[in-house]
């Protein structure tokens, strides 16, 4: 019989939502949370009915611990995560892994000194529709790639970067709209696309009061021939939609419409081509893992990717110039 594993959560903003996770995941028990703020923490260990914790460190001395979400900012999961590591734990980190190349590749040394696996949560890649489109893409569905795009227009206030004091930072959030909200759609691109060659990169901000960026742009070529561009901005005055689109020479697909569209050339019949998520989400992904071997979906290596064309852009942006990406 299958042991059911014990998570902590460390960090309950959006934590919280992972905590409800683990209570909905099969094989997967809620042991204890942990977070700065006792109000916060103290609400979601009543709710889930677990232990709570202001002292990670204390949280790392459990046992019955297998596994570890890190939810913090995006400039302290590596740090959270090698923690976790050094404790014997299993490492889950949110996006971004992080938010310099230098801090994901420390965190990956860590978790492999110590013997434990390290999945990072991008809940996309736990979707049926994106596995769909992935499979079209490697078998060569929609024929020879010609663009592909991540594009992401939402609004955020003023008080949604004040609150906590580092959202739009480069320190603590690695930026500001591409770092934080469209690095889900840019692990989608580079997942689907492959790597990409040369950037070309350039962001500013516009409408708010923080050190990054609130819309950036990027031009992309990858080493497979296509393009790609890249539109991420939190100044748009509503949230009006997210996503990618990505098209060959006998097809396309859209993710930013309300359904995912295809088009196809007239007269093309693409077969059936359906896929099915390997896992239902990072903890049922990695519990299954402990108990059956099943791969990371997105191990550390993969995860590191965005940060890499994150940094790319940063690069290219100040420069002006085209930068070569560095895998």
């Known amino acids: 019989m299958a042991k059911e594993i014990g998570i902590g959560i460390v960090g309950l903003g959006m934590g919280a939502n992972r905590a409800r996770m683990a209570t909905e995941t099969p094989g997967v028990k809620l042991v204890a949370v942990c977070d700065v ?28 611990v297998d596994v570890v979400h890190v939810m913090t900012w995006s400039g302290l999961h590596a740090d959270h995560g090698m923690m976790a590591a050094r404790a014997g734990k299993h490492v889950i980190t949110t996006k971004p892994m992080d938010v310099t190349v230098a801090k994901c590749d ?59 004091g580092w959202r739009g930072t480069w320190k603590w959030d690695g930026g500001g ?91 093309y019949e693409p077969g059936d081509f359906q896929a099915k998520a390997p ?7 990695m519990a299954r893992a402990i108990n059956e071997g099943l791969p990371i979906v997105v191990t550390g290596e993969e995860g590191r990717k965005s940060v890499v064309l994150l940094e790319a852009i940063r690069e290219s942006a100040k420069s002006g110039q085209v930068v070569r990406v560095k895998d």
């Open 106 to 164: 420390a965190l990956i040394e860590e978790c492999r000194k110590a013997g434990v696996k390290l999945a990072v949560d991008f809940d996309s890649r736990y979707g049926d529709t994106w596995h769909t489109i992935k499979r079209a893409v490697d078998e060569g569905v929609l024929g020879k790639l010609v663009l592909g795009e991540a594009r992401l227009k939402w609004f955020r206030t003023q008080g949604y970067y004040d609150d906590g």
């Open 279 to 285: 896992a239902m989400n990072v903890q049922d992904n």
């Open 177 to 267: 709209a591409l770092a934080n909200q469209t690095v889900h759609f840019i692990d989608l691109l580079q997942w689907m696309m492959g790597f990409a060659e040369t950037v070309y990169g350039d962001s500013g901000v516009y409408t708010h009061k923080i050190e990054g960026e609130d819309m950036g742009l990027a031009i992309l070529r990858f080493k497979n021939g296509a393009r790609g561009a890249i539109v991420g901005t939190t100044t748009f005055p509503q949230s009006p939609y997210c996503g990618v689109e990505i098209h060959g020479d006998k097809g396309g697909v859209l993710t930013t419409k309300k359904e995912t569209q295809w088009y196809w050339l007239e007269g």
């Open 37 to 64: 703020n006792e109000e916060r923490a103290k609400t979601v260990s009543e709710r889930h009915g677990c232990d709570m914790y202001l002292d990670y460190a204390k949280m790392l001395e459990r046992d019955d």
